[in-house]
C-alpha cells in the first residue's frame, strides 16, 4: 500500500512543481521558486497533500547531487584555477562574520552568557548554523540566467564548496565543546586526504573517459558511465572522508568538464534533474515546513534570524569580494550568491538536536531562514543581472 501512496505523492509534486514553475516564470521570477512555493503549499503547512517521507528525502538528496554534477560539469576549469584563492578568501569571511553575528544574536536575544556555559555553547551553534551556504539554488538561477560561467558564477560556486569544508570544520570544534573525545584534528587530516583522494582518483578517471570518449563519441554509454561515476564520489566522500555527498558531485564533475563530450553528458543529466529529481528537492524545502509549534516568542527569533543570516553572508562575503578587485555589483551578485541555504543547514542542524546544542523548537527558525533566503536569493541575482544589461 506504501508504494502506492509514493506514487501519488510523486505525482502530485511534479505537476504542482511545475505549475508553479510556469507560473513564476510568467511573474518574471525564476522558476526554482515556484516550485518551492508548490512544496510549500502541497506540504502539512497548508493543503496537507504531502508529506515528508523517507523516500522523498532520498529522491531529493539524489536531485541535489545531480543538480551539481551538473554544475561542475559546466564549470569551466581555467576560471576555477584563476577564482581558487579569491574564492577561499570569500568563503573565509563568508564563515566568520555569519558565526560572529549569530552567536551575538542569539545571546542579545536570550541574554549574555559567559564563556563555557550551556547558553555560551548554544549561541555559538546557532551561529554555526549560518556558516552553512547551499549554492545549489544559486546554481539553478544562475543556469535559468546562463550566467552559470564566467567569473563571477566560478566564483560563487568556488567559495561555496570551501564555504561547505570550513563549515563541516567548524561545526566538529563546536560538537567538541560538548564531546570532549571529539578530534577536529580528524576532521581537517579526512578533509585533506579527501582531496588527494579526488586529485588521484580524477586524474585517473579523467584519462579513461577520455579514452573512451574519443573512441566512442556521442555514445549513451559516456553519460551512463559519468552519472556512475558521479554517484560514486558522492558515496565515497560522504562514507570514507566525512565530506558533504554534494561536494563529491560537484568535484566529479569538474574532472569530467574538459573531456569533449562534457556538454552532452550534461544534457543527459539534465534531463534526469529537470524532469523528476529536481522538482522533488526544491519542493521538499517547502514540505519540511510545519507551522504546528510556532509560538510569538519564536516567530519574532526567526525573523531576526533570517535577517542576520541573510545580511551576514552579504557582507562577509561582498566585502571580501570587494576587497578581491570585483566591482561593486558584482561583489553583491558574489554576497547574494552565498546567501542561500539548504540541505547543510539542515545537517548542521539535526546534528545540534542530537547533540544537546540546539532544541527543537527552533528548527522552524532554519526552516525559515532556507525558504526565505532560497526564494530571495534568485529574485535579487534577477534584478542585479537585470541592471548590467540595463548599464551596456
Known amino acids: 500500500m ?175 565543546f560538548k564531546n570532549p573525545e571529539s578530534k577536529p584534528v580528524t576532521v581537517i587530516i579526512n578533509t585533506v586526504l579527501f582531496f588527494l583522494f579526488a586529485f588521484l582518483v580524477g586524474y585517473i578517471s579523467y584519462r579513461v573517459f577520455k579514452m573512451v570518449d574519443n573512441k566512442y563519441p556521442h555514445t549513451r554509454r559516456i553519460p551512463i558511465a559519468a552519472m556512475a561515476f558521479c554517484f560514486l564520489m558522492a558515496f565515497a566522500a560522504e562514507r570514507f572522508f566525512g565530506i558533504a555527498d554534494i561536494t563529491g558531485a560537484y568535484v566529479a564533475g569538474i574532472i569530467l568538464c574538459s573531456i569533449r563530450d562534457s556538454s552532452y553528458i550534461e544534457r543527459k543529466v539534465d534531463i534526469n534533474s529537470y524532469m523528476l529529481f529536481g522538482p522533488i528537492f526544491f519542493a521538499s524545502i517547502g514540505l519540511k515546513t510545519s507551522l504546528d509549534s510556532v509560538t510569538g516568542g519564536i516567530i519574532l527569533f526567526s525573523l531576526g534570524f533570517v535577517a542576520v543570516g541573510l545580511i551576514s553572508k552579504i557582507i562577509g562575503c561582498s566585502l571580501m569580494a570587494r576587497l578581491c578587485k570585483f566591482k561593486g555589483n558584482d561583489s553583491l551578485k558574489i554576497g547574494v550568491g552565498m546567501m542561500t541555504r539548504g540541505e547543510v543547514a539542515l545537517i548542521v542542524s539535526q546534528k545540534g538536536l542530537s547533540v544537546g546544542l540546539l532544541e527543537s523548537v527552533y528548527f522552524t527558525s532554519v526552516i525559515l531562514l532556507i525558504i526565505v533566503s532560497s526564494i530571495a536569493t534568485p529574485i535579487i541575482l534577477k534584478i542585479l543581472y537585470s541592471k548590467d544589461k540595463e548599464n551596456a
Open 2 to 176: 506504501e508504494t502506492y501512496v509514493v506514487l501519488k505523492d510523486l505525482a502530485i509534486i511534479i505537476i504542482a512543481a511545475k505549475l508553479c514553475g510556469i507560473l513564476a516564470r510568467k511573474l518574471k521570477a525564476p522558476q526554482v521558486v515556484g516550485e518551492i512555493i508548490a512544496g510549500l503549499i502541497i506540504g502539512p503547512s497548508i493543503l496537507g497533500w504531502v508529506s515528508q517521507s523517507d523516500f522523498l528525502l532520498q529522491m531529493a538528496e539524489i536531485g541535489v547531487i545531480l543538480l551539481m554534477f551538473s554544475a561542475g560539469l559546466e564549470t569551466d576549469l581555467k576560471d576555477l584555477v584563476k577564482t581558487g584563492p579569491i574564492a577561499a578568501l570569500i568563503a573565509c569571511a563568508g564563515v566568520f562574520i555569519p558565526l560572529i553575528l549569530g552567536a551575538l544574536y542569539y545571546m542579545m536575544f536570550y541574554g549574555m552568557s559567559p564563556w563555557g556555559s550551556e547558553g555560551f555553547y548554544k549561541a555559538v551553534f546557532v551561529g554555526t548554523i549560518l556558516t552553512a551556504t547551499s549554492v545549489s539554488i544559486t546554481v539553478e538561477a544562475l543556469k535559468e540566467m546562463g550566467k552559470i560561467k564566467g567569473k563571477v558564477g566560478t566564483t560563487i560556486l568556488s567559495a561555496a564548496i570551501i564555504d561547505d569544508v570550513i563549515g563541516i570544520i567548524v561545526l566538529t570544534f563546536v560538537i567538541g
